[in-house]
């Protein structure tokens, strides 16, 4: 079973009071000879479609002395679970839980954007003191 990160609990809480139900936490990927550990998954219904959308979330504290150390590990894991997840759950979306603070650190540069943008990361903005969602960056 994976390490809980410090924020676990807060990105929980903050998407229970965004309107997710938490399904998994931790989130099993099965992929042929390969058992992978998201830290949870959610769904929510769309009420206008009638439809379950569906999300696996990772979480990163990026504390490392290198922000780009962290970068290359948090965006592989990412790659990795998103490849597995296209082809056992198709519809399942993953996103990197990224603290508010970190966020405003590390991926306000542009090098760090220009990654985001050219490898499609999906973030998921959070307050961890307040437990809230700040902003879901598709």
Known sequence: ???????????????????????????????????????????????????????????????????YDDLEKAFGQYQVYRSFLRQIEPSREIYLAVSLEKQQKIFTRASVKFLVTDLKIKLVIFNPKKEEIIEWIK
Do not use: C
Request: aromatic share 10%; no cysteine.
């Open 1 to 67: 079973m994976p390490r809980y990160d410090e924020y676990h609990e807060a990105v929980k809480n903050a998407l229970i009071k965004d309107g997710w139900t938490i399904t998994d936490d931790p989130f099993t990927i099965d992929f042929e000879d390969a058992t992978l550990f998201a830290d949870l998954a959610a769904e929510r219904t769309i009420a206008a479609q009638k439809e379950d959308e569906k999300i696996a979330v990772e979480i990163k504290m990026f504390g490392r002395k290198s922000a």
